[in-house]
Nanobody, 126 residues
Framework: QVQLVESGGGLVQAGGSLRLSCAAS????????MGWFRQAPGKEREFAAA????????YYANSVKGRFTISSDNAKNTVYLQMNSLKPEDTAVYYC???????????????????WGQGTQVTVSS
C-alpha cells in the first residue's frame, strides 16, 4: 500500500523558514514525479514544486521560485521542501503527491498525480 506522510508544518513568522518532509513507501517511485501542492482556505489546490525521482530535475511555481527548494533523498525515500522568506500568503495545507505526468504542463496539474499524503498545515503570521 502506497503511503505518503508529510511532516514539518507549523506556525512561523513572516520571513521565517520551514522544511517539510514527505516519507514515501509502498512501491518503487523510480520514474515518478514527486510534487508539493498547497491549498489555502476557500481556494483550489495549487502546484508549488516538483522533482523527478530519477535525475532530480525540478520545477517551481512562479509564486515560490527563489524562496522554496525541493530536494530528494532516494536512500531514505523522502522528499523535502525547504521554504525560506515565508509570506502570509504561503499559509495553506501542504500536500505531497506522486504521479507520472508526461509534460511540464501536466506536472502542475492536480489530476496528474495518483498518490497523495494527508497534508500538513503551514501558517505564516504577519
Amino acid at each position: 500500500q502506497v503511503q505518503l506522510v508529510e511532516s514539518g508544518g507549523g506556525l512561523v513568522q513572516a520571513g521565517g523558514s520551514l522544511r517539510l518532509s514527505c516519507a514515501a513507501s509502498g512501491r518503487t517511485f523510480s520514474g515518478y514525479v514527486m510534487g508539493w501542492f498547497r491549498q489555502a482556505p476557500g481556494k483550489e489546490r495549487e502546484f508549488a514544486a516538483a522533482i523527478f525521482w530519477s535525475g532530480g530535475m525540478t520545477y517551481y511555481a512562479n509564486s515560490v521560485k527563489g524562496r522554496f527548494t525541493i530536494s530528494s533523498d532516494n536512500a531514505k525515500n523522502t522528499v523535502y521542501l525547504q521554504m525560506n522568506s515565508l509570506k502570509p500568503e504561503d499559509t495553506a495545507v501542504y500536500y505531497c503527491a506522486a504521479g507520472r505526468p508526461l509534460t511540464t504542463v501536466q506536472i502542475k496539474g492536480v489530476n496528474n498525480y495518483n498518490y497523495w499524503g494527508q497534508g500538513t498545515q503551514v501558517t505564516v503570521s504577519s
